[in-house]
C-alpha cells in the first residue's frame, strides 16, 4: 500500500459547487456535510460504482479509478468565504481528484500535499 499523502484543497464558494450530474453531485452546503461526503466517497465504492453504472461502457472504465482506502480522512472548515479541505489518504492524486470532479465538478483548487 502507498504511503499516506495529504491534500490541501480550496473550496472558493461551497453553497455553488457541484458536479456536472445531479444525481451524484454534492447536495449539501456546510464544510462538515462536504468533508463527510468526499470521506465516504473514498473510503466506500458506493460514489464511484454509481458513477461507473453511468457510463456508455461501465466495463470499459479504467480500473484504476476504482480504488478505495478505509482508512482516508477529510476534514473541511469555513475561512472567511472560501472552504479548506485537508485529505489524508493511500489514493493517488489521479483518484482523489476523479472523487472531487463527481462531487464538486471543476470547484476546488489544490494547493498542496505532503506525506502525512
Do not use: C
Not at 480550496?10 to 454534492?26: E, K, Y
Not at 465516504?40 to 461507473?52: G, V
Request: charged share 20%.
Amino acid at each position: 500500500m502507498s504511503q499516506a499523502q495529504r491534500y490541501y484543497l480550496t473550496i472558493a464558494n461551497l453553497a455553488t459547487a457541484r458536479g456536472p450530474d445531479a444525481d451524484l453531485s454534492f447536495t449539501g452546503s456546510s464544510p462538515q456535510s462536504f468533508a463527510d461526503a468526499l470521506q465516504e466517497a473514498l473510503r466506500k465504492p458506493i460514489l464511484f460504482d454509481r458513477w461507473k453504472a453511468k457510463q456508455p461502457d461501465p466495463d470499459g472504465v479504467d480500473p484504476s479509478l476504482a480504488p478505495v482506502d478505509a482508512t482516508a480522512t477529510v476534514t473541511a472548515t469555513l475561512d472567511d468565504l472560501h472552504t479548506d479541505v485537508q485529505v489524508v489518504t493511500t489514493l493517488t492524486h489521479f483518484v482523489l481528484r476523479h472523487r472531487l470532479f463527481i462531487l464538486i465538478g471543476p470547484h476546488w483548487q489544490l494547493h498542496d500535499v505532503a506525506a502525512a
